[in-house]
């Protein structure tokens, strides 16, 4: 089955660019999505189809996906963005969704 | 405002089984599939299953086949999902979420914890 790679975690000074990768084979060819998850709280959908926002998502989060890499890109941040970010990919070859383990983004 | 809650948590022995409830609010609850994910400790986010809210048709992960059953209540506007054979491995917290059109997740449940103990 399809496997998505993720640090396990991500360290950024506030104010400073997070950058949270997810590998896959040839991810470029699919839909990366992107979900934060704050301690005791919901998963949130952050970005979707590799790069677009939901409405209410602020602009500093971003995301590219090309090759075999994804990219979350997260500018300026702060202390709020603390969470548990997770990739998602919809995997053809086994009809079934596939998660990344998942990225503990710290700010120090 | 879309809402998503989850039934409370739930201890049960090797062997039996449990259904968690998803009781939603805030948009039309037959137009938007449900989707349930699971993650036991220290492992990943796990897909177990979805199901159409509108015809009520549902499919399974592989993994899951012929343990898990999502169902609906539309009346109600609530999915839930029951595994059943449950070994200390099911240990995990179990979420529901709402999918947009064939696209991704756009609403999760706050999650629901299983344990599986002796």
């Known amino acids: 089955s399809y496997v998505l790679t993720q640090p396990p975690s991500v360290s950024v000074a506030p104010g400073q660019t997070a950058r949270i990768t997810c590998g896959g084979n040839?991810?470029?060819?699919?839909?990366v999505h992107w979900y934060q998850q704050k301690p005791g709280q919901a998963h949130v959908l952050v970005v979707h189809?590799?790069?677009d926002r939901p409405s209410g998502i602020p602009e500093r989060f971003s995301g590219s996906n090309s090759g075999n890499t994804a990219t979350l890109t997260i500018s300026r941040v702060d202390a709020g963005d603390e969470a548990d970010y997770y990739c998602?990919?919809?995997?053809?070859?086994?009809?079934?969704?596939?998660f990344g383990g998942g990225t503990k983004l710290t700010v120090l | 405002q879309v809402q998503l809650v989850q039934s409370g948590a739930e201890v049960k022995k090797p062997g039996a089984s449990v259904k968690v409830s998803c009781k939603t609010s805030?948009?039309?609850?037959?137009?938007?599939?449900i989707h349930w994910v699971r993650q036991a400790p220290g492992q990943r986010l796990e897909w177990m299953g979805w199901?159409?809210?509108?015809?009520?048709?549902?499919k399974y992960s592989q993994k899951f086949q012929g343990r898990v059953t999502i169902s609906r209540d539309t009346s109600a506007r609530t999915a839930y999902m029951e595994l059943s054979s449950l070994r200390s491995e099911d240990t995990a917290v179990y979420y529901c979420?709402?999918?947009?059109?064939?696209?991704?997740?756009?609403?999760w449940g706050q999650g629901t914890l299983v344990t599986v103990s002796s």
């Open positions: 979420a709402r999918e947009l059109e064939v696209t991704y997740f756009d609403y």
């Open positions: 805030g948009y039309s609850f037959t137009s938007y599939p």
């Open positions: 199901i159409n809210a509108g015809n009520g048709n549902t």
């Open positions: 040839n991810i470029g060819r699919k839909n």
């Open positions: 189809d590799d790069s």
């Open positions: 998602q990919v919809w995997d053809s070859s086994s009809d079934s969704w596939v």
